[in-house]
T-cell receptor, first 116, second 113 residues
């Protein structure tokens, strides 16, 4: 049971380039999330998705785009990377059967992105 | 909107000593509260969560947390720390609806032998 995986684990790119971070989960969880982790800020929600083709903004969505054509995949794209987007990115999923925040979120191992 | 404060950025304890990590939250209604742990280079793992009922919650790895509404706190405790507990700990609060969490900045725990 692979659970939730992220690729790549490490990425170095240059300012202005487009970058896509992949997230895949094998549980068929309905909810998926993207967070960024920065020192002193903890984890901040970028985007989330309640189901295929349903996405919504989180706390820090600017500069990011998401899509969810299949339940198991939730890619995050930086359309034109900036240095401020250097961070560790975590994907998470939860088996929510409703709209409550009670469900455990399961996290992937993270992608460390450096923008030069 | 909800928010979480973890006042301690770093804490160092001796192996075998007791541990308490502080968490204060801000939310207008009854919060849903979580503690997650992140080992170096890993994703986050849920330690425990509180929704309602008994205010003392037991979690994995011997951790427990107590919800105190009057103090808006949800402190994490462990009676005897092991070297393998060295990690970063995050407190999070969720609203009743919306399936979104707000995380604190984290507390890095160091364990000395």
């Amino acid at each position: 049971d692979a659970g939730i995986t992220q690729s790549p684990r490490y990425k170095i790119t240059e300012t202005g380039r487009q970058v896509t971070l992949m997230c895949h989960q094998t549980w068929s969880h309905s909810y998926m999330f993207w967070y960024r982790q920065d020192l002193g800020h903890g984890l901040r929600l970028i985007y989330y998705s309640a189901a295929a083709d349903i996405t919504d903004k989180g706390e820090v969505p600017d500069g990011y785009v998401v899509s969810r054509s299949k339940t198991e995949n939730f890619p995050l794209t930086l359309e034109s990377a900036t240095r401020s987007q250097t961070s560790v990115y975590f994907c998470a999923s939860s088996e929510s059967t409703g709209y409550a925040s009670t469900d455990t979120q399961y996290f992937g191992p993270g992608t460390r992105l450096t923008v030069l | 909107a909800q928010s979480v404060t973890q006042p301690d950025i770093h804490i160092t304890v001796s192996e075998g000593a007791s541990l308490e990590l502080r968490c204060n939250y801000s939310y207008g209604a009854t919060p849903y509260l979580f503690w997650y742990v992140q080992s170096p280079g890993q994703g986050l793992q849920l330690l425990l969560k509180y929704f309602s009922g008994d205010t003392l919650v037991q979690g994995i790895k011997g951790f427990e947390a107590e919800f105190k509404r009057s103090q808006s706190s949800f402190n994490l405790r462990k009676p005897s720390v092991h070297w393998s507990d060295a990690a970063e700990y995050f407190c999070a609060v969720g609203a009743k609806y919306g399936n979104k969490l707000v995380f604190g900045a984290g507390t890095i725990l160091r364990v000395k032998s």
